[in-house]
């Protein structure tokens, strides 16, 4: 399971290796204790309205017996938290399957299972990513307002700052200013390449050229932004299969990482996004954001389960440290309290 930024790279057959301790800046490789108490912090009080919903039904079954009544308040309560009706019934299925065997008797019983159960669902394929291909094209998706331009300059800043890669980024976002703007904000700030085209150039030939570039260069990541919104849903899905096969057109099997970003506060609604760009671009892990204390959270529960994507990273803030790798069980252990 990832934990820290070197666990969830593989390089060269193993995690990646942190670059070393930059003494003029302080910049170092996470993973100290103190650093994970303060992200676990930081993610519980993000969690805080999904855990309060879910803890007040848990407590209840301290005082009550396990009868119908009681699986039926559960039920709701992970719904409201956005988990879904199937994972629900799933969960909630084996809890008073295992009640009624004499397994399970209520209360702090309830609530480890609980969370050992959520921990499991979101424990889905592989949490990783393999930057063992050079250059390693990473491709990020999302629709408008998921912090998709955000998450890819974070994400360059570590991989170059904290694994000591070099970058480059493709504003393939071409059809909003502003994000290109954004993006080569970010691109200074975590001092990596930056490629970008005409305004509204196509797509795919930014791609191609960031790729280029990358070859050319002998840069070890490329990560490639995309458009969120066109005139239609079938235009934007059409648009980013044919950025994904200029990709290929010059690394056959690239990209090496399909990351679709998902505002956890859309609810259901990002199971659906998780769906349709799924099918259009085979996405290969998600990026849960904007876990900032007002979203449910369930909703990586759902399409982890229902979809089978994999969680790698999670966005609970603005700041460089709030983007960071999934941890299953550390995320349902927030969830429940």
């Known amino acids: 399971m990832a934990r820290d930024w070197q666990d969830l790279f593989i390089s060269d057959g193993a995690a990646a290796a942190a670059a070393p301790e930059d003494a003029s800046t302080g910049d170092r490789p996470t993973g100290d204790e103190g650093t994970r108490s303060g992200r676990f912090r930081r993610l519980r009080e993000s969690l805080r309205r999904t855990r309060q919903a879910l803890t007040s039904e848990i407590q209840a079954t301290l005082f009550e017996n396990l009868d119908e009544h009681t699986w039926e308040r559960l039920e709701e309560a992970l719904i409201y938290a956005d988990v879904g009706a199937p994972t629900t019934a799933k969960v909630v299925g084996e809890l008073e399957q295992e009640a009624t065997s004499g397994k399970l008797t209520g209360g702090q019983e309830l609530a480890d299972r609980l969370t050992e159960l959520l921990a499991g669902i979101a424990q889905t394929g592989d949490d990783r990513i393999d930057l063992r291909p050079s250059p390693t094209v990473i491709l990020v998706a999302g629709v408008n307002g998921t912090g998709k331009t955000t998450t890819v300059g974070k994400l360059a800043w570590h991989l170059s700052k904290e694994l000591d890669r070099s970058v480059v980024l493709g504003a ?47 840069t070890d990541v490329v990560i490639i932004d995309t458009a969120g919104r066109l005139h239609t849903q079938e235009d934007l899905m059409s648009e980013l299969a ?26 259901q609604n990002g199971l659906r996004q998780a769906r349709q760009f799924s099918e259009a671009i085979g996405v290969t892990g998600l990026v849960l954001t904007k876990l900032d204390g007002t979203a449910k959270g369930g909703i990586a529960l759902a399409i982890a389960s229902e979809l089978g994507i994999p969680v790698k990273l999670i966005g609970t803030g603005e700041q460089l440290e709030d983007l960071r790798p999934f941890e299953p069980t550390e995320y349902a252990r927030a969830l429940i309290g």
């Open 242 to 267: 044919k950025v994904r096969r200029v990709i290929a057109k010059q690394i056959p099997e690239a990209p090496h990482e399909t990351l679709l970003t998902v505002d956890a506060t859309t609810g």
């Open 172 to 218: 393939g976002d071409t059809f909003r200013a502003a994000g290109v703007e954004q993006l080569e904000l970010w691109a200074e700030r975590a001092g990596v390449g930056f490629v970008k085209g005409p305004p509204d150039a196509d797509p795919g030939s930014v791609a191609y050229e960031a790729i280029s570039a990358a070859r050319r260069d002998g």
